[in-house]
């Protein structure tokens, strides 16, 4: 199984400041027949399903505020926000589906300062 | 709009079986795989398998083969999960997911269910 590894495991930022998720795993996860990493961040809430933020890597799913961006290939992946909000406050997962069984990080907790 | 609705709470004995149902309604339902995932309290998320809508196939967590079976009534754009002798460690939210785009088994996950908590316990 494809392992991925979050870092920080937990994050505190200022309001209106960037704040930055690490994913790494264990294998590549770009898929060279759609030239696309198969990789995907998810918030969740206390108390709520994860919701998507990002797929193959990059793109923002429809309705996700344009301060999220997903960037990286291969093995590194990461998650920006760029300017804090209060909503922001969650758990965020990277998700691997590549192979199977797909697999998720750990998950970082984002806090504000 | 596009929703996922699960059925509600259950709490079991070891060694009973529990069936999770997730009804889809908003869209085709035979046009996007569903997969299942669960969250053991305070932990992070893992994926238990997929079914295909369309033609009924099937993959599982390996270490969960023998314990689950996910299928589908088409009629009624609903998707089953069932988990059979079970133990604590099952104890968890289970979760429904729609595939973001087609059938396949190698997409992200788009719309969740609100999730469905149960509980083993004797």
């Known amino acids: 199984d494809i392992v991925m590894t979050q870092s920080p495991d937990s994050l505190a930022v200022s309001l209106g400041e960037r704040a930055t998720i690490n994913c790494k795993s264990s294998?590549?996860?770009?898929?060279?027949?759609?030239?696309?990493?198969?990789l995907a961040w998810y918030q969740q809430k206390p108390g709520q399903p994860p919701k998507l933020l990002i797929y193959?890597?990059?793109t923002r799913e429809s309705g996700v505020p344009d301060r999220f961006s997903g960037s990286g290939s291969g093995t590194d992946f990461t998650l920006t926000i760029s300017s804090l909000q209060a909503e922001d406050v969650a758990v965020y997962y990277c998700?691997?589906?590549?192979?199977?069984?797909?697999?998720f990080g750990q998950g970082t907790k984002l806090e504000i300062k | 709009q596009v929703q996922l609705v699960q059925s509600g709470a259950e709490v079991k004995k070891p060694g009973a079986s529990v069936k999770v149902s997730c009804k889809a309604s908003g869209y085709t339902f035979t046009s996007n795989s569903v997969h299942w995932v669960r969250q053991a309290p305070g932990q992070s998320l893992e994926w238990m398998g997929w079914?295909?809508?369309?033609?009924?196939?099937?993959k599982y967590l390996q270490k969960l083969q023998g314990r689950v079976t996910i299928s589908r009534d088409t009629s009624a754009s609903t998707a089953f999960m069932e988990l059979t002798n079970l133990r604590s460690e099952d104890t968890a939210v289970y979760y429904c997911?729609?595939?973001?785009?087609?059938?396949?088994?190698?997409?992200?996950?788009?719309?969740w269910g609100q999730g469905t908590t149960v509980t083993v316990s004797s």
């Open positions: 294998q590549s996860v770009f898929y060279s027949s759609n030239n696309k990493n198969q």
């Open positions: 079914i295909n809508t369309d033609n009924g196939d099937t």
């Open positions: 997911a729609r595939s973001r785009a087609g059938t396949s088994l190698y997409l992200a996950l788009s719309v």
């Open positions: 998700q691997q589906y590549y192979t199977i069984p797909p697999t």
């Open positions: 193959w890597a990059s």
